[in-house]
C-alpha cells in the first residue's frame, strides 16, 4: 500500500440546507473542487457527504467554509474518540446556574469545551470519550445542583422540518386554493368587484411568508454562482406577483395566481420530500432502537453500576440477567446460557453460550446470568456495522441517479438561459407575444 493511501482521510459531514436534487450537486462540486479531494459522496436523502481526502487538502474546516459559501450549512459528524452534543440542563434559574454548570464541566478531565445556555437550557459539550463518560459528566453536574438530560437531535430535526414543511404547505394550499376558486368565479361565472386586490392579498402571505426561504436559497445559490432549483422557483412566482400589482395603474393581464400555484406546487414538493427523508431513516432508527440503551458492570469495587451504552469500554464486564439484550458484543466470561440471536441471524432456535462464547450486541440473554466481557463497543460492533453498511446503502447512487444529477447541473442554467432569451425576444417582437398573452 502506498504512503499517500496510508494517509488517506476519510470524513463525513452532515449538510443542511438543501432542497433539491441541484442543491446536492452543487455541494458535491464545490467540495469536489477543492485542492487534495479524492471522492465525494453525498445523500440528499440523509443529508451526509463522505469526503475522502490526502494530506496535500486544505482540511475540515476548508470543507464547511466552501460548502457555507455556497448557502448550505456543514457540521462534521462526531470522530470515534470524541463525544459531543447538545444536552438538556435543567433547575437553571438564573445566569449564576448556568455559570456553575459551566464550571463543573470545565474542571472536567476529559472536556476540551462547554457551553450553557440559560435561555434554551441546554449545554453543547465536547468530550473525548476514552476519559471520560457521559454517567461521570452527569454526575459532576448533579453535584453541582443540576441535571442534565441526552437530547434525540437528530430525530427532533426531522420531526420539526416534516412539521415546518406541512404548515407552510398548509398554508399556502389554502389560500392559493381559494385564489383558484375566485379566478374560475371571476373568468367563467362573474364578475368579482376588486379582483385583483383580493388575490394579491391573498396571494402575499404564499410567495412572501411561506416562499421567502426559497427566495433567500435562490439569492444565496445566484451569489456563489451555482443556480439552483430555487432560482426557477423565484422566478417563476416573484416576478408573476410583482409585475401583476402593475394592473392597478395600467389595464395589463396579471398573472399573481400563477405565482401562488407554483409557489405551492414547489411546497408540496417539499413536504413530500420532507416525509420521504422521515421514512428513508426509519429503517436505522428501527436498527438503533434494536439495542440497549443502559449496561450493568462491574466497578473496581467488586459493585456493580448502571451506565449508557455509549459510554461502555473495551474490557467491561457487563452483567447480563434472563431476558436482558447484551449491551455490546463479547466475550462469556462465566455462566451458561441459551441467546436469542434472531436479529442478527435470523435463526428461532436459541444458540447456548458457556465461558468464551462470542456473543453479539442486542441479542436476548435467555435462562440464566451471565459475564461477558466488552470486546467491542461504539462503531466496531455488529449493529453498528449493519446501521453503517444501510447508510451507505443510502447514500450509494445507482448509474440512473447520477445521470439525473448531471442533467440538473445543466437544466437550471438551460431555462435561465431560455428565460432571457424569451425577455429579449417580446422585446424586439412584441406584438407577436401579447397575441399569445391576448389569446
Known sequence: MSEAAVQTVEKKFRITGMTCASCAASVEAVIRDLPGIHTVNLSLMTEQVSVTYGPEA????DIIKAVEFIGYGAEPLEN???GSGEYAVKGMTCASCAASVEHALKNLEGVSSSSVNLASEKARITYDAEILRFDEIRDAVRRAGYDLEQLGARKRSEAEDYSLQRRRLTISAVLAGTIMVLMTVHMFITQIPGYLAVTALLAAPVVFGAGAHVHKAAFTSLRARRPNMDVLVSLGSLPPYLVGLSGFFFPVQTFIEMAATIMTFHLAGKYLEARAKGKASQAIRKL???????????DGDGGEREVDVQDLRVGDVMIVRP????????????????????MATGEPVPVKKAPDSQVIGATVNGNSMLKVRADKVGRDTFLSQVIKMV???????????EFADRVTGYFVPVIMGLTVFVFLSFQIFPEFHMGIIRW
Open 58 to 61: 486544505a482540511g475540515e474546516a
Open 391 to 401: 447508510e451507505e446503502c443510502q447514500g450509494t447512487k445507482v448509474p440512473i441517479q
Open 288 to 298: 438503533v432502537e434494536l439495542g440497549a440503551k443502559t449496561a450493568r458492570i462491574q
Open 80 to 82: 470515534l474518540s470524541e
Open 323 to 342: 431476558g436482558e439484550k447484551i449491551p455490546t458484543d463479547g466475550t462469556v466470561l462465566s455462566g451458561t446460557s441459551y441467546i436469542d440471536e434472531s
